[in-house]
């Protein structure tokens, strides 16, 4: 390492150069970096659940849905501005680009249908062709409506206050900003002192979510001011900012030159962690500049000190830089694209670090000119130190406490909280703890219209379960059409009365009706055909009778595939743990389909014909929440092994690895808790705070027990050595702990809730960690007296030096 430090000093306009000639090929690729957010790499898309929605999407509507509220004040729905308005809302959706014609449903469009049945025989009707002008005209469409219950309840609220207007949009053709725009047109245009208008649906969340990431910038520069302040107050001077403030920015180049010439964008939902990343640059840099003011304040030229702390600090500093690395790359366990593009990017950003923090800081110290405006700062800097402070008095107390009693007390307290934690993480729920969109707040427009639309007529949240027959007319089948059936009755029995399901829909749905109506409204003909000809007979009816589209959502042209949709009340982790498991369990143990039976088609085939799950909003969050539920262990379990092999190998000790590992897997397990208290659930935003969390938290200790080791080779008292320690090393920690806490706390102003509560987690796991260097670390070496430190004593010291 002596070697190689004099290399670096001697020959530094060599070094500099090749790290500035990398630094301009980055910039480049920096200058052609997209800044989007795709949100399809929000899915998970090697997932049973996201292939069946991407065949079928485009087949019966995907996760591109829009859903339309308005709501009268006063009255109801029936009156004549009101209903103007719904028709109104209904057309302007047909001119937005790439929406589905065919799927524009209200009771404003022709394609909303009613049967009346006659002396003439069937006739199909739409439910209202104009806009009724007189009372009888209102009345009679008041009674067209309440007959219909592909109307009454899906489409027109049970209280009449409410009606429901729905579209699809093609997934390759919408453009989410001009669709954003003008639904904000309509709205407005639409919404007067009596209707209310309420807009939930991708489009308009993704809108949302674009309009609200670009006040990521104001964030970005506050932190950052912050961050100087904060680095100023701890140096006092100018050099102690301006450095961790260049290699910072240098490391940005170089990481998002990286992201670009991968092919990635930068997706600003994640901006947290290449900013932590950067973050995490800064702070090596503060070590190095630390240990540099303290070699130069002992008579050393500034060269001489450039090179002393790239001997001493390079391998600590590389080992720290390898497990935040690790913790970083093991967020990639879970196959979701969003999570592994960040992954990559920012562990080979970590990796950066170890040139731009562990060489150019020195570098750049080294040019620093040996004037009096130096000495002047270095005078100041030991006057200040003269003057003792709060925290210059408070960690030599600390560790005098420790080696005494304190020890015994900090062990038992961790282990009351490992008890504590471990009894209410339980309460953690993989999922959404809240209804409403997990990337904004839950007072945002978005989410009150969503929560009115879920509250009021709860059509906002559909599983798909589909039925995929391996030739055409295989739903054209009277099994097929009584499983459909009885599947419909097994989840109302099941889960209706739960309040997480309202109702299903399916191309069976209408059959009962239409037996009911033929009888002339007769109740005791209101059930599903007994015959399988009558079944077939009523789909053939419904299929021929309808217009192009009127059925789209629920079979295909070729009667090969069907849609049975089941509207949850909300898609929160509980939620979609419970409606998933009751359709498990029917297509486990009641269902016959997919178990080696064939079925006769309509056209006299055999066919064989199977479940498939799943789509639409819970089916998508289902296999985003199987992921992170599966990948969560894992996650942890391989980044704390990580951590104890790095330390171990490092110290050569099972005990060190032991010591580090312990308070991380304490401070987790912690987190856990309070996301449990505070009913923050795991998802997509929450899921990567363990493994980063651990990490770049073991830093403190290995810095920790670094500086420990060389204590004790300057005396044989291990509690001499530690409350040196606590003194020397503990308000380094101290510092750049409240750095990096207060750089991600002030993502808690975000209005998108996803990096608020990502920078949040981070921010409490980080500061849990600070704790456990201070307290649980010291109190375990002075408690155990491991090998590796007491074995170290003066001989040693003098060996080496």
Same mark, same amino acid.
């Given at each position: 390492?002596?070697?190689?430090?004099?290399?670096?000093?001697?020959?530094?306009?060599?070094?500099?150069?090749?790290?500035?000639?990398?630094?301009?090929?980055?910039?480049?690729?920096?200058?052609?970096?997209?800044?989007?957010?795709?949100?399809?790499?929000?899915?998970?898309?090697?997932?049973?659940?996201?292939?069946?929605?991407?065949?079928?999407?485009?087949?019966?509507?995907?996760?591109?849905?829009?859903?339309?509220?308005?709501?009268?004040?006063?009255?109801?729905?029936?009156?004549?501005?009101?209903?103007?308005?719904?028709?109104?809302?209904?057309?302007?959706?047909?001119?937005?680009?790439?929406?589905?014609?065919?799927?524009?449903?209200?009771?404003?469009?022709?394609?909303?249908?009613?049967?009346?049945?006659?002396?003439?025989?069937?006739?199909?009707?739409?439910?209202?062709?104009?806009?009724?002008?007189?009372?009888?005209?209102?009345?009679?469409?008041?009674?067209?409506?309440?007959?219909?219950?592909?109307?009454?309840?899906?489409?027109?609220?049970?209280?009449?206050?409410?009606?429901?207007?729905?579209?699809?949009?093609?997934?390759?053709?919408?453009?989410?900003?001009?669709?954003?725009?003008?639904?904000?047109?309509?709205?407005?245009?639409?919404?007067?002192?009596?209707?209310?208008?309420?807009?939930?649906?991708?489009?308009?969340?993704?809108?949302?979510?674009?309009? /609200?990431?670009?006040?990521?910038? +104001?964030? @970005? !520069?506050? #932190?950052? %001011? &912050?961050?100087?302040? $904060?680095?100023?107050?701890?140096?006092?001077?100018?050099?102690?900012?301006?450095?961790?403030?260049?290699?910072?920015?240098?490391?940005?180049?170089?990481?998002?030159?990286?992201?670009?010439?991968?092919?990635?964008?930068?997706?600003?939902?994640?901006?947290?962690?290449?900013?932590?990343?950067?973050?995490?640059?800064?702070?090596?840099?503060?070590?190095?500049?630390?240990?540099?003011?303290?070699?130069?304040?002992?008579?050393?030229?500034?060269?001489?000190?450039?090179?002393?702390?790239?001997?001493?600090?390079?391998?600590?500093?590389?080992?720290?830089?390898?497990?935040?690395?690790?913790?970083?790359?093991?967020?990639?366990?879970?196959?979701?694209?969003?999570?592994?593009?960040?992954?990559?990017?920012?562990?080979?950003? /970590?990796?950066?670090?170890?040139? +731009?923090? @562990? !060489?150019? #800081?020195? %570098? &750049?110290?080294?040019? $620093?000119?040996?004037?009096?405006?130096?000495?002047?700062?270095?005078?100041?800097?030991?006057?200040?130190?003269?003057?003792?402070?709060?925290?210059?008095?408070?960690?030599?107390?600390?560790?005098?406490?420790?080696?005494?009693?304190?020890?015994?007390?900090?062990?038992?307290?961790?282990?009351?909280?490992?008890?504590?934690?471990?009894?209410?993480?339980?309460?953690?729920?993989?999922?959404?703890?809240?209804?409403?969109?997990?990337?904004?707040?839950?007072?945002?427009?978005?989410?009150?219209?969503?929560?009115?639309?879920?509250?009021?007529?709860?059509?906002?949240?559909?599983?798909?379960?589909?039925?995929?027959?391996?030739?055409?007319?295989?739903?054209?089948?009277?099994?097929?059409?009584?499983?459909?059936?009885?599947?419909?009755?097994?989840?109302?029995?099941?889960?209706?009365?739960?309040?997480?399901?309202?109702?299903?829909?399916?191309?069976?749905?209408?059959?009962?009706?239409?037996?009911?109506?033929?009888?002339?409204?007769?109740?005791?003909?209101?059930?599903?055909?007994?015959?399988?000809?009558?079944?077939?007979?009523?789909?053939?009816?419904?299929?021929?009778?309808?217009?192009?589209?009127?059925?789209?959502?629920?079979?295909?042209?070729?009667?090969?595939?069907?849609?049975?949709?089941?509207?949850?009340?909300?898609?929160?982790?509980?939620?979609?743990?419970?409606?998933?498991?009751?359709?498990?369990?029917?297509?486990?143990?009641?269902?016959?389909?997919?178990?080696?039976?064939?079925?006769?088609?309509?056209?006299?085939?055999?066919?064989?014909?199977?479940?498939?799950?799943?789509?639409?909003?819970?089916?998508?969050?289902?296999?985003?929440?199987?992921?992170?539920?599966?990948?969560?262990?894992?996650?942890?379990?391989?980044?704390?092994?990580?951590?104890?092999?790095?330390?171990?190998?490092?110290?050569?000790?099972?005990?060190?690895?032991?010591?580090?590992?312990?308070?991380?897997?304490?401070?987790?397990?912690?987190?856990?808790?309070?996301?449990?208290?505070?009913?923050?659930?795991?998802?997509?935003?929450?899921?990567?705070?363990?493994?980063?969390?651990?990490?770049?938290?073991?830093?403190?200790?290995?810095?920790?027990?670094?500086?420990?080791?060389?204590?004790?080779?300057?005396?044989?008292?291990?509690?001499?050595?530690?409350?040196?320690?606590?003194?020397?090393?503990?308000?380094?920690?101290?510092?750049?702990?409240?750095?990096?806490?207060?750089?991600?706390?002030?993502?808690?102003?975000?209005?998108?809730?996803?990096?608020?509560?990502?920078?949040?987690?981070?921010?409490?796991?980080?500061?849990?960690?600070?704790?456990?260097?201070?307290?649980?670390?010291?109190?375990?070496?002075?408690?155990?007296?491991?090998?590796?430190?007491?074995?170290?004593?003066?001989?040693?010291?003098?060996?080496?030096?």
């Amino acid at each position: 390492m002596e070697r190689f430090a004099e290399f670096c000093i001697k020959r530094r306009n060599f070094v500099l150069g090749i790290i500035l000639l990398i630094t301009l090929v980055f910039g480049y690729g920096v200058a052609r970096l997209k800044v989007e957010t795709v949100f399809d790499d929000l899915l998970p898309q090697g997932h049973e659940y996201i292939r069946i929605h991407n065949k079928f999407r485009r087949l019966f509507g995907g996760a591109n849905h829009i859903t339309i509220l308005v709501q009268v004040k006063k009255g109801d729905i029936f009156n004549k501005t009101t209903l103007e308005k719904i028709r109104y809302i209904s057309n302007e959706l047909y001119k937005i680009p790439g929406v589905d014609r065919f799927k524009v449903l209200s009771i404003g469009v022709t394609k909303m249908k009613r049967i009346v049945i006659d002396a003439q025989g069937f006739r199909v009707q739409p439910v209202m062709k104009d806009i009724p002008q007189t009372e009888e005209e209102m009345k009679a469409l008041r009674l067209s409506v309440y007959g219909n219950e592909m109307c009454y309840g899906p489409f027109v609220s049970f209280d009449s206050k409410k009606a429901m207007i729905t579209a699809d949009f093609f997934d390759e053709e919408i453009d989410y900003k001009v669709a954003f725009k003008e639904l904000q047109r309509i709205r407005k245009e639409a919404e007067d002192e009596n209707n209310l208008v309420c807009i939930a649906g991708e489009p308009m969340h993704y809108g949302y979510v674009r309009e /609200s990431v670009q006040r990521v910038n +104001l964030i @970005l !520069i506050g #932190t950052v %001011l &912050i961050i100087l302040g $904060i680095l100023y107050l701890y140096f006092r001077s100018k050099r102690g900012v301006i450095v961790p403030l260049v290699t910072a920015a240098v490391s940005g180049v170089w990481g998002l030159g990286f992201m670009s010439f991968m092919g990635y964008n930068l997706d600003p939902l994640v901006l947290v962690l290449p900013f932590l990343i950067s973050l995490m640059t800064a702070r090596h840099s503060m070590q190095l500049c630390a240990r540099f003011l303290e070699e130069y304040s002992r008579g050393k030229s500034t060269e001489a000190s450039s090179q002393i702390i790239i001997s001493s600090m390079f391998i600590p500093g590389l080992t720290s830089i390898i497990t935040d690395c690790l913790g970083i790359a093991l967020v990639a366990v879970a196959p979701i694209p969003i999570l592994q593009k960040i992954a990559v990017s920012c562990a080979f950003w /970590s990796i950066a670090t170890t040139v +731009l923090a @562990l !060489i150019l #800081t020195p %570098l &750049i110290l080294s040019y $620093i000119p040996e004037s009096k405006r130096l000495a002047s700062e270095l005078v100041a800097i030991e006057e200040k130190k003269k003057k003792l402070s709060l925290m210059d008095r408070w960690l030599p107390s600390l560790g005098s406490w420790i080696v005494g009693k304190g020890k015994y007390i900090v062990v038992a307290i961790s282990i009351l909280i490992t008890i504590w934690g471990g009894v209410y993480s339980k309460r953690l729920l993989v999922g959404d703890m809240l209804p409403g969109s997990n990337l904004l707040w839950p007072f945002h427009r978005y989410n009150i219209d969503g929560f009115r639309i879920s509250f009021a007529m709860p059509v906002l949240c559909p599983l798909y379960v589909l039925i995929e027959g391996d030739k055409n007319d295989a739903i054209n089948s009277g099994p097929v059409l009584r499983e459909i059936y009885q599947f419909q009755r097994f989840v109302r029995n099941a889960l209706i009365g739960t309040g997480r399901v309202m109702f299903t829909q399916s191309i069976v749905s209408v059959f009962p009706g239409a037996q009911y109506m033929v009888k002339e409204g007769n109740p005791n003909w209101y059930f599903f055909p007994i015959t399988n000809k009558e079944a077939q007979y009523n789909l053939n009816r419904v299929a021929y009778g309808a217009e192009p589209g009127d059925i789209d959502r629920y079979i295909d042209a070729d009667s090969q595939f069907t849609n049975i949709v089941i509207f949850c009340r909300d898609k929160t982790g509980e939620t979609i743990r419970l409606v998933m498991e009751k359709v498990k369990e029917f297509i486990n143990t009641q269902s016959h389909l997919g178990k080696n039976v064939t079925v006769t088609t309509g056209l006299d085939q055999q066919a064989h014909v199977i479940y498939r799950l799943a789509g639409g909003a819970i089916g998508v969050q289902a296999a985003v929440n199987e992921v992170i539920n599966d990948s969560q262990i894992w996650n942890l379990v391989l980044a704390l092994g990580g951590v104890f092999l790095c330390v171990m190998i490092q110290y050569r000790s099972i005990a060190a690895g032991l010591i580090l590992t312990v308070p991380l897997a304490i401070s987790n397990l912690v987190c856990f808790a309070l996301m449990g208290i505070y009913q923050i659930g795991l998802t997509v935003s929450t899921y990567p705070v363990s493994s980063i969390g651990v990490g770049l938290g073991v830093d403190y200790g290995i810095y920790f027990l670094s500086r420990l080791v060389e204590e004790k080779r300057l005396t044989d008292d291990l509690n001499e050595a530690i409350i040196n320690t606590l003194k020397s090393n503990g308000k380094s920690i101290v510092a750049i702990a409240t750095t990096l806490t207060i750089g991600l706390i002030f993502w808690l102003f975000s209005t998108l809730r996803f990096q608020a509560w990502m920078g949040a987690l981070l921010a409490v796991l980080l500061f849990l960690n600070m704790l456990g260097a201070l307290f649980l670390v010291p109190s375990l070496i002075a408690f155990f007296k491991p090998g590796f430190v007491t074995k170290v004593n003066k001989s040693e010291a003098r060996a080496s030096r």
